[in-house]
């Protein structure tokens, strides 16, 4: 049986292009990514929690489970090379490339 990654749960950014990304060595501190947030979607940077670990999920017969594990640090290259995971108010989000999109996990 072929392994099936869940497309649309975790992250939505493949750790490739983070790598790629991560080799731009354009790190935020975690201040900086919840004022980025903040002024690019308008969430209150008080209430902006950072997450650093994603995940990847995969189909196993009729169950969803667990498939990669990875530690990511908020990054920005340029408005749309960057990548953020954080939280707002019991929400899961994601800024991939400017895009923002919910983390389902």
């Known amino acids: 049986m072929e392994l099936e990654i869940i ?3 975790g992250t939505n950014m493949s750790e490739d292009d983070y790598q790629h990304l991560a080799d731009t060595e354009w790190e935020l ?13 308008g969430f ?11 995940k990847t999920y ?3 017969c009729h169950y969803t489970k667990e498939h990669q594990t990875f530690t990511r640090k908020p990054m920005y ?3 749309d090379f960057n990548y ?6 019991g929400w899961y989000y994601e800024m991939v490339d400017g895009q923002l999109y919910q983390y389902y996990c």
């Not at 501190?29 to 979607?41: C, G, H, M, V, W």
């Not at 953020?84 to 108010?89: E, G, K, L, N, T």
Request: hydrophobic share 45%.
């Open 7 to 9: 497309k649309g749960m």
């Open 29 to 41: 501190t975690e201040d900086s990514a919840k004022i980025l947030i903040n002024q690019t979607f």
């Open 44 to 54: 209150e940077a008080s209430r902006i929690r950072i997450v650093l670990v994603v």
């Open 58 to 60: 995969r189909r196993e």
């Open 77 to 79: 290259c340029a408005t």
């Open 84 to 89: 953020v995971r954080f939280d707002v108010a």
